[in-house]
T-cell receptor, first 108, second 113 residues
Framework: GQNIDQPTEMTATEGAIVQINCTYQ??????LFWYQQHAGEAPTFLSY????GLEEKGRFSSFLSRSKGYSYLLLKELQMKDSASYLC?????????FGAGTRLTVKP | DSGVTQTPKHLITATGQRVTLRCSPR?????VYWYQQSLDQGLQFLIQ???????AKGNILERFSAQQFPDLHSELNLSSLELGDSALYFC????????????FGPGTRLTVL
């Protein structure tokens, strides 16, 4: 089967750093994506990893280890507006498989 | 604003009916993707078109079909609707067939009564 697992909920404090993990077991791998989705809104693209290592983009970084089937999204200097769901997705051939999402709540 | 438009925003219909959802991609984007998001299933990839041709198929039911027209807009047709089809339907577009970055439209909320 195809499994993409991420924690259901996380809470962090404004100004802190939070790491959201994603593990996957898929029959094939052609890239891993992170999306942010605010309640009632469309997902927005955050990052794409296809090779092992860290991709940094402002306050957000994403890491991939293909041998471990593992990725994380790192959010630094948290702001209240970062409260949202974060979706991990794996591309298998041309199919996209999404995790259930991690709901992050940032508290003052 | 992603530049992707979807109509209608909301749609309420009855079981057994057929509806059509419409999507216009960002200017210059050749690829269109359709997704379904429901509370119990999360975000599910349905189908992708690239420059008028079907490129990839995900968890799309046989009651659902889509097409992409010469002007690159796309339509998703849902027929013999069931209560479980109630969901948000998103369209996304990208500039190539290898969707490294997709831009999502605001979605169509479908309610089947």
């Amino acid at each position: 089967g195809q499994n993409i697992d991420q924690p259901t909920e996380m809470t962090a404090t404004e100004g802190a750093i939070v790491q959201i993990n994603c593990t996957y077991q898929t029959s094939g791998f052609n890239g891993l994506f992170w999306y942010q989705q605010h309640a009632g809104e469309a997902p927005t693209f955050l990052s794409y990893n296809v090779l092992d290592g860290l991709e940094e983009k402002g306050r957000f970084s994403s890491f991939l280890s293909r041998s471990k089937g593992y990725s994380y999204l790192l959010l630094k200097e948290l702001q209240m507006k970062d409260s949202a769901s974060y979706l991990c997705a794996v591309r298998v051939m041309n199919d996209m498989r999404f995790g259930a999402g991690t709901r992050l709540t940032v508290k003052p | 604003d992603s530049g992707v438009t979807q109509t209608p925003k909301h749609l309420i219909t009855a079981t057994g009916q057929r509806v059509t959802l419409r999507c216009s991609p960002r200017s210059g984007d050749l690829s269109v993707y359709w997704y379904q998001q429901s509370l119990d299933q999360g975000l599910q990839f349905l189908i992708q078109y690239y420059n008028g041709e079907e490129r990839a198929k995900g968890n799309i039911l046989e009651r659902f079909s889509a097409q992409q027209f010469p002007d690159l807009h796309s339509e998703l047709n849902l027929s013999s609707l069931e209560l479980g089809d109630s969901a948000l339907y998103f369209c996304a577009s990208s500039d190539s067939g290898t969707n490294n970055e997709q831009f999502f439209g605001p979605g169509t909320r479908l309610t089947v009564l």
